[in-house]
């Protein structure tokens, strides 16, 4: 019996609890939080996601890769019937990419061609963005003709487009006279396609601008706002940029993109917007306009449900906005100038107007809010820049607008029957310069049987002041326009 080995109790106790320990430590390491088990599992979703955006780079490299292959020069395309839209220096140009059948949900890719890329024959027009992540949409070149039923009167109408070959003057229907004078029936070279040169389109801010401070806090459009030295930007969803002057706005926009001639839009840039939306290529129908007391680019018309104002008139920005009011809902989309995802947004409503770099020619009063317009530049420069209209000598609204009645292009004369009132197409509100009112603003509310309705068409003649309803945008040619900046402001580029 001495001979026989085994092991005591306590050793068999020790024995088991070192084995229990190391099951523990094995199992946790297997199946713990941190285990392998869970860290293969975050391994794998890492691992997928991580595919996921090599493919999105993927589809994103092959668009900019079939970019080089897109003709995007603004030549004149046979097969599209309309001008190749010009992209400057870092642009590149972007699609809708709807998730689902409606297209409400969805992201901005870059089109693999041109039938990607735009379709004006079919209210689809070209969008692009910028190196910083601004939007903008093209406006190729064409020529108008406003029927004598609707001509100078306040009786809305299809307006008769046919788009121009390149730079030159033979229209897609190989039309070759122009009358290029304000008349019923006439056919018109639209002017705002010449920028010191005769340009194949322009490119106009999709959406009113912002800065790069402006959150969906109203607050941030409009506080300490009235300044040169923001970053300005065209984006959605934001609060828009307020409280400046028509001066300041004016150099924002100059500063924006120098190298693709950004700019304050001009009344006749805007005119080229309208006329367009009011044809058989855009929307062609009332824009129901952005309503949105917080002031958030983009957004659609008030709806039933919407947490209102006290006047019950316009709705806040709240928590469901994303999916009843933003730019790409049915209801953001009512408020384009093609009725879709694909036009510009922000032309009408928001109980604010936009002012354009347009002038009566009083330089004392031009110059108390709005200086750099009058120092744009040499006397050529001036006229790329600014839309000057005569001044009469009593400086009434009445006598302004009989002296500058000849004006084509800009959407005041041709669509409205008088110079005050509810006049302009769609019973749109508007009023001429007059005395100290010397800058001119568009795209407000109008009222219509006690209802403040959005008013694509409205205009009025302002002093130019910095004020919380005041926005603008911007533009661009084959220098890109911005055009939209102030009371908001829109913004144009030429490329």
């Known amino acids: 019996m001495l001979k026989n080995k085994g092991i005591t109790l306590i050793a068999l106790v020790v024995t088991i609890v070192v084995l229990l320990i190391l099951a523990g430590v094995s199992i946790t390491a297997v199946f713990g939080d941190n285990g392998i088990i869970s860290g293969a599992q975050k391994a794998k979703e890492k691992t997928d996601e991580a595919v996921k955006n090599d493919y999105e780079q993927i589809e994103d490299l092959e668009g900019i890769i079939a970019t080089y292959s897109i003709t995007s020069d603004g030549s004149y395309s046979e097969k599209k019937k309309v001008n190749t839209p010009k992209l400057g220096s870092g642009m590149i140009p972007i699609t809708w990419q709807a998730e689902n059948e409606e297209g409400t949900q969805g992201k901005w890719v870059v089109p693999k061609n041109e039938d990607e890329w735009y379709d004006y024959q079919n209210k689809k027009w070209a969008n692009a963005k910028t190196a910083d992540g601004s939007m903008w949409v093209w406006i190729p070149r064409y020529a108008y003709s406003i029927a004598e039923e609707n001509y100078n009167k306040n009786v809305e109408g299809t307006i008769d487009i046919d788009f121009m070959k390149g730079t030159t003057n033979e229209s897609a229907s190989g039309r070759t006279t122009w009358n ?4 019923a029936g006439n056919w018109n070279i639209h002017p705002a396609f010449e920028f010191g040169e005769t340009v194949p389109g322009i490119w106009v801010a999709k959406f009113k601008a912002s800065h790069t401070g402006c959150t969906t806090d109203v607050s941030t459009g409009m506080t300490d706002t009235n300044r040169t030295d923001l970053t300005l930007q065209v984006k959605p969803n934001v609060t828009s940029w307020r409280n400046i002057t028509i001066g300041n706005a004016f150099t924002v926009c100059l500063n924006y993109n120098k190298s693709l001639n950004s700019h ?13 939306t009011q044809s058989k290529y855009g929307k062609n129908s009332k824009l129901l306009g952005n309503e949105c007391e917080s002031k958030i680019t983009g957004a659609g018309s008030k709806i039933e449900g919407d947490v209102m104002s006290e006047n019950g008139q316009t709705y806040l920005y ?72 005569e001044t009469s000598e009593r400086k009434t609204m009445e006598d302004n607008w009989n002296v500058n009645k000849n004006r084509y292009g800009d959407a005041l004369y041709e669509t409205s029957g008088e110079y005050n009132g509810h006049n302009a197409w769609y019973g749109d509100y508007g009023g001429y310069f007059y005395n100290e009112s010397v800058f001119l603003a568009r795209g407000n509310c109008s009222m219509h049987d006690t209802i403040y309705e959005p008013a694509l068409f409205y ?33 144009r580029m030429e490329c």
């Open 318 to 389: 709240d928590n469901s906005f994303e999916t009843k009011h933003s730019y790409m809902t049915e209801n953001g989309k009512e408020a384009s100038t093609t009725g879709n995802i694909y036009g510009i947004y922000d032309m009408s409503g928001s109980y604010m107007y936009e002012f354009v770099a347009a002038y009566i020619n009083q330089e004392e009063d031009v110059g108390k809010n709005g200086s750099s317009l009058l120092d744009a530049g040499s006397e050529e420069d001036t006229k790329k820049l600014v839309d000057i209209y």
């Open 459 to 491: 205009f009025y003649g302002k002093p130019g002041a910095n004020e919380n309803n005041r926005f603008f945008q911007t533009s661009s040619n084959s220098i890109i326009r911005l055009y939209r900046l102030l009371s908001n402001f829109l913004l």
């Open 180 to 183: 290029n004078k304000s008349g």
């Open 264 to 276: 304050l839009i001009k009344n006749v840039e805007w005119g080229a917007v309208l006329y367009l």
